[in-house]
């Protein structure tokens, strides 16, 4: 494993879920965790800063999950990298859009800790 840091980009609009999934990822060692609180947060995150991997809700204001992962995916500097969402919408269609649009994972809410830890190391090749 290199001596830099990975990077990590939580976009979840609510607070209690945000610190959860960031306290639970915060236990990789070696993965530095950044948060935004909604879509048009997590894009300006991303402009500002290379991230090895993103973790994302579906249902947010402003700017939906579904719609940043697919700005993502256009974006030249972004589309490769790895995309978690993490959602309550646990509905297949809702997966398989996601998926569709470039999501490499799909958690259903409420998650576990080491679910979440191990589908990020599992993308990240750890």
């Known amino acids: 494993m290199a001596d830099s840091p990975l990077h990590a980009l939580v976009v979840e609009d609510s607070p209690t879920m945000r610190q959860l999934i960031s306290f639970a990822l915060r236990r990789i060692k070696g993965l ?3 948060e935004a ?3 048009v947060d997590g894009l300006k995150k991303l402009s500002e800063q290379q ?3 993103l973790i994302t809700d579906i249902n947010m204001p402003v700017m939906d999950g579904l719609k940043l992962v697919s700005l993502v995916r256009k974006d030249e500097m972004h589309k490769d990298i790895p995309i978690v969402i993490i959602t309550t919408e646990g ?3 809702d997966r398989q859009r996601a998926m569709s649009l470039g999501a490499n994972a799909y958690i259903t809410k409420p998650i576990q800790a080491p679910q979440v830890i191990n589908c990020v190391k ?3 090749g750890l």
């Open 37 to 39: 609180d909604d879509g």
């Open 32 to 34: 530095e965790v950044a």
């Open 51 to 53: 991230f090895d991997i």
């Open 122 to 124: 599992r993308l990240l």
């Open 91 to 93: 509905a297949s269609e």
